[in-house]
Nanobody, 120 residues
Framework: QVQLVESGGGLVQAGGSLRLSCAASGRTFSNYAMGWFRQAPGKEREFVAAISWGGGVIDYADSVKGRFTISRDNAKNTVYLQMNSLKPEDTAVYYC?????????????WGQGTQVTVSS
C-alpha cells in the first residue's frame, strides 16, 4: 500500500492560484498512476485529475480543464496539482490517490485530504 500526504491547501480569493502537493511513500511511486479527487460540503466526492505512471496519459474533469494542471516528479515521489483561476465552486477537501491504473483510481490508496477554500 502507498502512503499519501497532501499539502498546499488554504484560503485564496477567486481568481487566485494554489499548488497542491502529494508526497508518496511505502511503494515504488513510479509504478502507480496518481490522481486528485475533491469533496465539497454536502456533495459526493468527484474526480478532478489523474496522471499515468510515466506522465504520458493525463485526464481532467471538464470543470477544471484549462485551469488545473496535474504533474508528477518520480524522483521526488510527489504529484502536484496546480490550480489557477480558482472559483468559489472549487472549494472542497482535495484528496490524493494512487492506483495501478487511472481506471481504478477511486479504488486505490487515499491521503487524508487538504482543505481548499476560495472566497468570492
Amino acid at each position: 500500500q502507498v502512503q499519501l500526504v497532501e499539502s498546499g491547501g488554504g484560503l485564496v480569493q477567486a481568481g487566485g492560484s494554489l499548488r497542491l502537493s502529494c508526497a508518496a511513500s511505502g511503494r515504488t511511486f513510479s509504478n502507480y498512476a496518481m490522481g486528485w479527487f475533491r469533496q465539497a460540503p454536502g456533495k459526493e466526492r468527484e474526480f478532478v485529475a489523474a496522471i499515468s505512471w510515466g506522465g504520458g496519459v493525463i485526464d481532467y474533469a471538464d470543470s477544471v480543464k484549462g485551469r488545473f494542471t496535474i504533474s508528477r516528479d518520480n524522483a521526488k515521489n510527489t504529484v502536484y496539482l496546480q490550480m489557477n483561476s480558482l472559483k468559489p465552486e472549487d472549494t472542497a477537501v482535495y484528496y490524493c490517490t494512487a492506483s495501478r491504473t487511472i481506471a481504478t483510481m477511486d479504488r486505490g490508496s487515499w491521503g487524508q485530504g487538504t482543505q481548499v477554500t476560495v472566497s468570492s
